[in-house]
């Protein structure tokens, strides 16, 4: 599964870590693929950040299983990432000619697949690159945020054409966020994105206790179960889990 969207701060980071860290809860093997040279996974989820991950794992061929790291949640596993990340793809480039095979993210998983992983879930950079065109052409699902405001349409609409230009069969769901009832402009874009898609979700609301707890290494689910933002970002897991 992928999470991905070409307009930054949107929340894209804060849905791969709360969906995957909600799989595994539900007892499935999941793998957090940080794919975003900011790294912003291992914050997130409390883990010291471990240099070289993607770029060790994809560049120099080292196993996956050594490039892996815990992440005090049963069953929820990282691959970090840091600004090595933002050299791969060129590296890619240049090892395949300019024509690096559309399944390579696959490929590269399916040694995780075969010692048991359920879910891969993949972080990917805003910026339009490889790297984000191989996650969305190896996921089965394609998850993309969509803060309710005018330039994350346009996101929307350019992660789409993407989609599209690399060919990806796989399942889109739409997932609203930033929303806050209050105000009319919200409401409005939440409607039109209604009314782009039947695949989506219902909004993930505004709520500062979503920040408090990633600035602690903690999702939401983890640090304030019975809010609103978990009951938002726990039923966008269950929709997930369903698609996939």
Do not use: Y
């Not at 997130?44 to 005090?72: D, K, M, N, Y």
Request: hydrophobic share 50%; net charge neutral.
């Amino acid at each position: 599964m992928t999470v991905a969207s070409q307009k930054g701060g949107v929340g894209k980071t804060t849905l791969a870590v709360h969906i995957a860290a909600g799989l595994a809860a539900s007892g499935l093997q999941v793998l957090v693929v940080d794919l975003d040279p900011q790294g912003h996974c291992s914050i997130a989820l409390g883990v010291e950040p471990a240099p070289g991950g993607v770029f060790g794992w994809l560049i120099q061929e080292r196993p996956l299983s050594r490039l892996v790291v815990c992440t005090g949640r049963e069953r929820l596993r990282l691959l970090p990432s840091d600004k090595t990340t933002a050299t791969a793809a060129t590296f890619l480039e240049i090892q395949h000619s300019g024509r690096v095979p559309r399944d390579l993210l696959s490929g590269a998983l399916a040694p995780a697949v075969r010692n048991g992983l359920d879910v891969a879930v993949l972080d990917t950079s805003p910026t339009v690159g490889a790297l984000q065109a191989l996650a969305m052409a190896a996921a089965g699902v394609v998850v993309v945020p969509a803060a309710c405001d005018m330039l994350s349409q346009h996101g929307l609409a350019a992660t789409v054409q993407t989609l599209e230009v690399v060919e990806s069969s796989a399942g889109v769901v739409v997932v609203p966020t930033m929303f806050d009832a209050r105000t009319k402009h919200s409401q409005r874009m939440l409607a039109e994105l209604r009314g782009w898609s039947e695949n989506v979700l219902p909004p993930v609301h505004q709520a500062t206790i979503v920040r408090d707890a990633l600035a602690e290494g903690k999702t939401v689910l983890e640090h304030a179960p019975a809010s609103r933002a978990a009951r938002d970002l726990g039923f966008v897991v269950e929709m997930v889990r369903g698609a996939l």
